[in-house]
């Protein structure tokens, strides 16, 4: 499964997988894949260089990458406490309220949100990369689009490429004037931040637009034949994420959530506000619903709702209140029916990957005759 793109990176299958989990990047980049460790949950360096220690470790020497979040305009000055500020006393009051509804418990007393994501934050995703760029990483992917124009230029002073995520021709288009070396075409399908339009109309568009820089299809792939149907629309790589969730060396730190997402169909996603303030798709449960109704007071924009709800996702959490309990993910959550090992993940794709190809030449081979 080699395209130019992955023989440059030196990776034996075009499959790009996201995770922030540093023992599932580090399987996917032995099993020849490219395993890319997300780091917007990362708010210490210390915490982030720990785990990139790990995932160098069990890479064997094969090539990975980051991902961070970070707005293509330097945004400087603005501090956590700031934004805390801007939250509206009505929507603290919702959340208390929802919470006690299903009797979520308190967390221990001095005990912190896990949940709570600052990587947005300009100070914190700039040490993200002063830590990154002490690592051989090969791909420094940006889940907002574009970074800003100083780390594009500091990661290519580094050799290393440069990926933005795209919902749109027009916002891959960006993306290539402002010197990205890699766009990734997100389709609707895909777990968290997406966009409007579905992958299948997506990929080409965009494939077109940046020719000839290399594009990665994502969402909506879980097989090796919908590998095959991103490689035939121009990519030259696909970019997984939901699919390793349910891997055995994930550590979501619940068999709850788990079950739930091994259950799940793929009609059981929803794109909502709920979580980050932007419309990612994630498991539908009754605390997205909350969101949605017209009564509640409506989520805030990012980044005021990621705070706001960051204690009440760790306690849902901990507690596994099932009717709360979610998680991002794409609609390919319904081919996520067992747990298996990453490298049984990939091999299922390759193999999937070679039926299509030997159907389709088997095809052209009858047309051309």
Not at 10 to 33: D, N
Request: hydrophobic fraction near 45%.
């Amino acid at each position: 499964m080699e395209t130019e793109l992955s023989r440059q990176l030196g990776i034996e299958h075009a499959i790009f997988g996201f995770t922030p989990f540093p023992e599932v990047a580090a399987a996917i980049t032995r099993a020849g894949g490219f395993g890319v460790l997300g780091a917007v949950r990362y708010t210490a360096p210390d915490d982030l260089a720990r785990d990139l220690d790990r995932l160098h470790k069990h890479a064997d020497g094969k090539p990975y990458g980051l991902d961070v979040v970070m707005p293509a305009k330097k945004v400087e000055g603005v501090t956590e406490a700031d934004v805390e500020a801007m939250i509206p006393d009505e929507h603290r009051g919702f959340v208390r309220e929802l919470l006690a509804r299903y009797g979520v418990p308190e967390l221990a007393e001095g005990e912190t949100s896990g949940w709570r994501i600052t990587g947005w934050m300009e100070e914190v995703a700039r040490s993200q990369l002063d830590v990154a760029f002490d690592y051989p990483i090969k791909l420094l992917a940006n889940a907002l689009g574009s970074p800003p124009a100083d780390v594009i230029e500091r990661a290519h002073d580094h050799g290393v490429l440069v990926a933005a995520l795209a919902g749109s021709a027009r916002h891959a288009r960006r993306h290539a004037e402002a010197g990205i070396d890699v766009v990734v075409a997100q389709g609707y399908e895909a777990g968290g931040h997406t966009g409007e339009i579905g992958s299948m109309v997506l990929v080409p568009e965009v494939v077109e637009a940046v020719a000839p820089l290399p594009v990665l299809a994502a969402g909506g792939i879980g097989s090796g034949e919908q590998v095959a149907a991103g490689i035939a629309l121009g990519a030259q790589g696909v970019w997984l994420g939901s699919l390793w969730l349910t891997t055995e060396e994930a550590d979501l730190h619940s068999e709850a959530l788990t079950a739930k997402l091994l259950a799940a169909g793929s009609g059981d996603t929803v794109r909502s506000r709920a979580l980050t303030g932007k419309p990612a798709r994630q498991l539908r449960t009754e605390w997205t619903d909350a969101w949605e109704d017209p009564t509640g007071p409506g989520t805030l924009p990012m980044p005021l709702q990621g705070l706001l709800v960051a204690e009440a996702v760790s306690r849902i959490q901990k507690y596994e209140v099932g009717e709360l309990l979610g998680t991002p993910v794409g609609q390919i959550v319904g081919r996520m029916t067992s747990e298996r090992s990453v490298r049984a993940v990939v091999d299922d794709l390759t193999r999937g990957f070679e039926r299509a190809v030997t159907r389709i030449n088997r095809i052209a081979g009858r047309s051309a005759t």
